[in-house]
């Protein structure tokens, strides 16, 4: 079913992405299809690993601010060709927050995962990378210091390529759009594999 087309993923901080990136290529593998992920995230992760280890005080600095602050555009956009290039070659899952970007000029079929502030916020509080914060201070780091931060920046960045002011919440941007609040993470995953296999469907009528 996935025998040719890629998959990108993206939406907001702890929609839910990643889990279901993981289910698809943990599902694919069962049926004989071997799927690669490809984690735009995890290069900037290791980025300030090594950013960290250069200068203890840094060790203070959460990944956030590291992002927001010291991450240049040269390297996101370094990051996205690397991404883009994976994406043509095909059999890939990219779990990027710019997916669609990425997925300019390739067959990919586009996914855009999300779910409300609100159900993300009591998703992630208490968690080890929002401990001690309060309620609200979880709301404030994801909705302010992550994702308007990182919306802000993809419109600067990515408007004038996508012809007009840039947003990868746009649902006009995407295939496929799934609320977590809504679906498991296996309802999700069974619902992209449908839209793969209907995407699929249509080429092959195109090309006969």
Request: charged share 25%; hydrophobic share 35%; glycine share 6%.
């Amino acid at each position: 079913m996935l025998s040719y087309k890629s998959v990108v993923l993206a939406g907001p901080p702890h929609a839910g992405k990643s889990t279901i990136a993981e289910l698809l290529i943990a599902s694919s593998k069962l049926e004989g299809i071997d799927l690669q992920l490809l984690s735009t995230g995890r290069f900037f992760r290791i980025d300030y690993g090594e950013w960290q280890e250069e200068d203890r005080i840094r060790r203070n600095v959460s990944f956030e601010e590291y992002y927001a602050k010291y991450v240049t555009q040269e390297r996101i956009e370094e990051v996205n060709i690397l991404a883009k290039n994976a994406l043509r070659s095909g059999k890939f899952i990219l779990d990027s927050r710019f997916a669609v970007v990425n997925a300019l000029g390739t067959d990919a079929v586009k996914v855009l995962i999300t779910a409300p502030l609100e159900v993300r916020v009591q998703r992630m509080f208490g968690k080890p990378s929002y401990e001690g914060l309060s309620l609200d201070e979880v709301r404030h780091k994801i909705e302010v210091v992550r994702e308007q931060n990182e919306v802000e920046r993809g419109r600067t960045i990515y408007s004038a390529v996508m012809g007009k002011p840039f947003d990868y919440r746009d649902t006009t941007w995407y295939d496929l759009v799934i609320d977590t609040n809504k679906y498991s993470p296996n309802q999700s995953v069974d619902l992209i594999k449908q839209n793969v296999l209907k995407q699929s469907s249509l080429v092959s009528s195109c090309q006969s």
